[in-house]
T-cell receptor, first 115, second 113 residues
Framework: DQQVKQNSPSLSVQEGRISILNCDYT??????FLWYKKYPAEGPTFLIS?????DKNEDGRFTVFLNKSAKHLSLHIVPSQPGDSAVYFC??????????????FGRGTQLTVWP | KAGVTQTPRYLIKTRGQQVTLSCSPI?????VSWYQQTPGQGLQFLFE???????NKGNFPGRFSGRQFSNSRSEMNVSTLELGDSALYLC????????????FGPGTRLLVL
């Protein structure tokens, strides 16, 4: 049962434009959300996170938006650069009990930024 | 501050053998989580350890086990290897293990022949 879903397996964007990666979740107990960037055969690199008490968090070119009522979050990258080309994973966690230490991941979106 | 380290980086084993993977967390982090990544299943949670205790376990067979030492370093073991165990094994560390960022190591690529 996939509790975190990234419905777009790939996204292609021109350099300098905005990249928008989307993520949906089904578990209303999720209260902390993260985005990771990953290259093949490497570990995921943390990009940005957001707590459920917020609806927006920015860090440089990266902004994450959270819509709790829609159970949807998105990652905006502005401006996109060729070095941003990688697989992006959305992840979520919940507090307490059987969810301790566990992140739930989407299947990832391959972002390609072309010159 | 040093990141999460994992050894070995690459491993080739044959069916039926066992394997032990090691993970050293970021200094001060007490929670270590393990994940398996395969093309078909994505990133799947194996288990999490905090202060030498397993607090959470994913839906994997008993052939997958782990432990954590007093210095927070962790090992995972897979016994009686199967072809389907070929994967990238990732460990991640964090301070307490909930509502916070987990930082990942580079992973161990295991190939079972």
């Amino acid at each position: 049962d996939q509790q975190v879903k990234q419905n777009s397996p790939s996204l292609s964007v021109q350099e300098g434009r905005i990249s928008i990666l989307n993520c949906d979740y089904t578990n209303s107990m999720f209260d902390y959300f993260l985005w990771y960037k990953k290259y093949p055969a490497e570990g995921p690199t943390f990009l940005i996170s957001i707590s459920s008490i917020k609806d927006k968090n920015e860090d440089g070119r990266f902004t994450v938006f959270l819509n709790k009522s829609a159970k949807h979050l998105s990652l905006h990258i502005v401006p996109s650069q060729p070095g941003d080309s990688a697989v992006y994973f959305c992840a979520a966690s919940a507090s307490g009990g059987s969810t301790l230490g566990r992140l739930y991941f989407g299947r990832g979106t391959q972002l390609t930024v072309w010159p | 501050k040093a990141g999460v380290t994992q050894t070995p980086r690459y491993l080739i084993k044959t069916r039926g053998q066992q394997v032990t993977l090691s993970c050293s967390p970021i200094s001060g982090h007490r929670s270590v989580s393990w994940y398996q990544q395969t093309p078909g299943q994505g990133l799947q949670f194996l288990f999490e350890y905090f202060s030498e205790t397993q607090r959470n376990k994913g839906n994997f067979p008993g052939r997958f086990s782990g432990r954590q030492f007093s210095n927070s370093r962790s090992e995972m073991n897979v016994s009686t290897l199967e072809l389907g165990d070929s994967a990238l094994y990732l460990c991640a560390s964090s301070w307490e293990g909930f509502q916070e960022t987990q930082y990942f190591g580079p992973g161990t690529r295991l190939l079972v022949l």
